[in-house]
């Protein structure tokens, strides 16, 4: 995979779903090769809502042109079985399908007329972030790495509603009472209004990845200024050291692609393709290396970001708008990011 096929953002959606979304109404349940059997199942619908519920924007499979993301359309399998191919010239563009979904969602929010009435009516709908994230796309606000939501988007096609119809429960998407995000906390501590910034991060994530993260890596469970975390073995010492010195620790790993692969896989291409955010993971799984994501709106945050920033070999990513920092780096550069704690 190319740099620019990481780096480049998704154009806008087409005005109505391709033919093939997983999203259509009328492709639940559609026959598939075996060996894509979760297409177009429960299992890819728990997937598809978890990233719309999670402030996740998604990208159209057809535009998959390098064929990593959704190998399935330059597999004869899939295309014999009546599919359509993926052409090679084929560029990234948003989901029209999601976006459907994501509106509806958004008009039950406004309907219902507070988050409270919302949240009580849908426990299994857009956790706060999301809502705020939602908002502002629909409201034609700028999200860093995503394109304006298209004008005319079709309102004449059906798209599933899984998030209320297939009984989301537990593991699989995390209870909405524990929505307030880490940023949000923080920024209510510092006396800011925290519905003014549209935070598309999952910071309380439920992907098989972080949620059966044990399974692949052992693991510490600490308690850290956001609150209790498992954290991996090797990454403790660094995470102590940074909670004793009062920066705020979001997330980590040692190896992300090994995890994510062992335990979702496809997802690693998808991401690497699909993750137009500020801070976002694609170098993280294209190199198999560690990363550490923590808090640099606060004092001891960007003094920590300051001394990272004088250490070679990590890539360091920033969103400014929510304060949040995401540090890639080889398991060598270990014991130089706690030195630096």
């Known amino acids: 995979m190319t740099d620019s096929c990481n780096n480049e953002p998704p154009a806008q959606s087409a005005i109505n779903p391709c033919a093939e979304c997983p999203w259509r109404t009328e492709n639940k349940g559609r026959a598939v090769p075996d060996e894509y059997s979760t297409a177009y199942t429960r299992e890819q619908r728990v997937t598809l809502w978890s990233d719309l519920r999670n402030s996740r924007a998604q990208d159209c499979h057809m535009g998959a042109g390098d064929g990593e993301a959704f190998p399935h359309g330059k597999d004869p399998a899939w295309i014999g079985a009546g599919f359509a191919a993926?052409?090679?010239?084929?560029?990234?563009?948003?989901?029209?399908?999601?976006?459907?979904?994501?509106?509806?969602?958004?008009?039950?929010?406004?309907?219902?007329?507070?988050?409270?009435?919302?949240?009580?009516?849908?426990?299994?709908?857009?956790?706060?972030?999301?809502?705020?994230?939602?908002?502002?796309?629909?409201?034609?606000?700028?999200?860093?790495?995503?394109?304006?939501?298209?004008?005319?988007?079709?309102?004449?096609?059906?798209?599933?509603?899984?998030?209320?119809?297939?009984?989301?429960?537990?593991?699989?998407?995390?209870?909405?009472?524990?929505?307030?995000?880490?940023?949000?906390?923080?920024?209510?501590?510092?006396?800011?209004?925290?519905?003014?910034?549209?935070?598309?991060?999952?910071?309380?994530?439920?992907?098989?990845?972080?949620?059966?993260?044990?399974?692949?890596?052992?693991?510490?469970?600490?308690?850290?200024?956001?609150?209790?975390?498992?954290?991996?073995?090797?990454?403790?010492?660094?995470?102590?050291?940074?909670?004793?010195?009062?920066?705020?620790?979001?997330?980590?790993?040692?190896?992300?692609?090994q995890v994510t692969d062992a335990l979702m896989p496809g997802e690693s291409e998808r991401v690497m393709t699909g993750d137009h955010r500020a801070a976002n993971y694609r170098h993280t799984l294209a190199t198999g290396a560690a990363f550490l994501r923590f808090l640099d709106n606060t004092p001891e945050g960007a003094a920590y970001l300051e001394r990272l920033q004088s250490l070679d070999g990590l890539e360091i990513l920033r969103d400014p708008g929510i304060g949040l920092a995401h540090v890639t780096f080889p398991g060598a550069k270990l014991a130089e990011l706690e030195a630096a704690a």
């Open 86 to 257: 993926i052409p090679e010239h084929a560029k990234p563009r948003e989901c029209a399908g999601s976006l459907v979904a994501a509106r509806r969602e958004w008009e039950r929010m406004w309907e219902a007329g507070s988050w409270e009435a919302y949240h009580q009516a849908h426990p299994n709908g857009f956790t706060k972030e999301a809502a705020q994230f939602w908002h502002a796309r629909f409201s034609g606000k700028t999200v860093s790495g995503l394109p304006p939501i298209r004008d005319g988007l079709t309102q004449d096609v059906d798209v599933i509603d899984p998030g209320h119809e297939d009984g989301m429960t537990g593991i699989e998407l995390m209870d909405a009472n524990h929505l307030l995000s880490i940023v949000e906390r923080m920024q209510r501590a510092m006396g800011e209004d925290p519905t003014e910034a549209a935070a598309p991060y999952e910071l309380h994530c439920t992907c098989a990845a972080c949620v059966r993260h044990g399974e692949v890596h052992a693991q510490t469970e600490l308690e850290t200024l956001a609150g209790s975390a498992m954290i991996d073995d090797e990454l403790v010492p660094l995470v102590e050291a940074l909670t004793a010195h009062g920066v705020t620790t979001v997330a980590s790993c040692v190896n992300l692609r």
